[in-house]
């Protein structure tokens, strides 16, 4: 709906920032992950994705349209427009061994997901103004079914939770420090750089409430999809979403 090239000629620069902050936290996924996995790969993986994708779209986004409403929600969507397709692309081959093992072919028919499908078919309807002349029972129907993702996830996450005992899960030291990493490290980190830079204080909210979100379903829903170990992405939802709840007004007040 706001995908059109007006918007993106005069909110691009969000776009650059958040792409930018990005890759920031990829690079530190990739020097930390193998540090605190100890050689499991598939761990490793776990890290890399929550260290790299905060879960902005279940938490950050509520919070931002809570706090500045629509023209802050369109904003915050550019800002993390790179972080969401990184996510659905690199993020999913993380979370789905055969993608990061297999052949090309086998990526590429992984990556080919309904997200990465539905965001291209989304951007193109937008910027060729198609999406204007549709019918209104049409992305009023798709927003109803997107609505639905966030709270089946949760429920998956939930009965994957309750299949583990709460020491099983709360027993690795590594995760706690990846929850360090995700809710505190970071958002710390870039808004130290930002006040260094005198950056816009929009700027510095968008990018400490993106990134001081907690881990994402996905690192439930994938691997339970593939058959593989849930209880390391089950113990980071767990913690991290828990200590969210104190962590986000922290870096809020800091603000």
Known sequence: EECTVENLRDYGLWMLYGGIFLLVSVILALVLSGRLARGNIYLENIYKYVISFP????????????????????????????SVVTTYTWGVALLTPALSTGKWTDRLRGLCNPVCISTA???????TGIGGHLPESIPNTLQNVGNCYAVI??????????DY???EILGDRSVYTVSAVRLLVIPCLFLAVLRYLHAPQMLCVMTCLSYACPSGMNTVVYPAAC??????????????????????????AML
Do not use: H, W
């Open 153 to 162: 996830a949760m429920l998956l996450a939930g009965f994957v939770i309750g």
């Open 121 to 127: 078919a989304g951007a193109v309807l937008g910027l």
């Open 55 to 82: 879960n902005t779209g279940g938490v950050g986004t509520p919070i931002v349209l809570a706090l500045f409403g629509t023209a802050g929600l369109f904003k915050y969507q550019l800002f993390m427009l790179l």
């Open 227 to 252: 058959g593989e170990d849930t209880r390391p992405g089950a113990s980071l939802i767990l913690i991290t979403s828990t200590l969210a709840v104190l962590t986000i007004p922290c870096i809020y």
């Open 165 to 167: 005992r709460i020491k």
